[in-house]
């Protein structure tokens, strides 16, 4: 794991997001690999203030690590699959 606290909190993200219904209770009736997770859920289950995980979660959005889905008048996130793998292969290379 990464030295710094934020790096270890997003990696524990991507980490979740991996298999959101076993660390997110189910709300509704949307599956939550389908429809994503709530900045509200994430912050809930870190234990940290929903700005804080709103934060964390842009900012791996920006990276192109997770998607955005709009869903009534909250966001939800999801992992991009596409994305991670190829910036797992640029490291594995070593760039």
Do not use: Q
């Not at 599956?31 to 289950?45: I, M, N, P």
């Not at 234990?47 to 966001?75: K, M, N």
């Amino acid at each position: 794991m990464t030295g710094n606290p934020s790096g270890r909190l997003r990696r524990t993200i991507l980490e979740w997001l991996k298999d959101p219904a076993a660390h997110f209770p189910a709300r509704g009736r949307g599956d939550l690999v389908e429809t994503g997770v709530t900045a509200r859920a994430v912050a809930a289950k870190l234990g940290v203030p929903r700005r804080t995980a709103r934060a964390h979660l842009d900012f791996l959005t920006r990276l192109g690590l997770l998607s955005t889905r709009r869903v009534r008048c909250r966001v939800r996130y999801r992992r991009d699959e596409i994305r991670i793998a190829e910036v797992a292969r640029v490291f594995e290379k070593g760039w």
